[in-house]
């Protein structure tokens, strides 16, 4: 219950930020700011919102989002929550192509009372992120494709990835 509570804490207070953070006395918000599915990656399967940190459409930026699936073994059935948060980074020479370098952390919720799991399945994650992204300056289709090796309690696989479809705005 701790840690729902304190994913949901973290999440809020990000979304948030990005509401009240680049505005300027005219009202304008920052510039870059996506909403995007992604298959693989930190979320395994995921919606995420994704937001530039200044009002440049490169540098520091942020990302929250919500993926799972259903998992069940001898008639007993649950849901696992993926909840990816990271801080990322992107560099490019010109408004649209852009290389993405990242980190951040991923807590898996899983009910506590489902017997197919181990121990240490319900836990958090780190992952780091490596990748292109083509996020348009004027708005409009967004992609990425990264490597997102991951680490956590007795684990580490560098060679995991994902790709993302969605709108930038």
């Known amino acids: 219950m701790k ?49 530039r940190f200044t009002k440049s459409e490169k540098g520091i930026g942020g990302r929250v989002g919500f993926g799972g699936f259903s998992l069940g073994a001898n008639g007993d059935r649950t849901t696992v929550l993926f909840i990816p948060l990271g801080i990322n980074y992107l560099l490019g020479k010109d408004e649209k192509h852009y290389f993405e370098l990242g980190a951040g952390v991923t807590p898996v919720i899983v009910n506590e009372t489902f017997s197919g799991t181990k121990d240490d399945f319900n836990s958090t994650f780190g992952h780091l992120n490596i990748g292109y992204r083509l996020q348009p300056k004027e708005g409009g289709f967004f992609f990425r494709a990264a490597i997102n090796p991951v680490f956590g309690k007795g684990f580490f696989w560098p060679y995991y990835g994902g790709i993302a479809f969605g709108y930038k705005f």
């Open 3 to 51: 840690k729902i509570f304190f994913t949901c804490l973290i999440s809020s207070l990000f979304l948030n930020a990005s509401a009240q953070y680049g505005k300027d006395g005219s009202g304008s918000t920052a510039p870059a700011k996506a909403v995007f599915f992604e298959v693989g990656g930190p979320g395994l399967a995921s919606i995420n919102y994704d937001m």
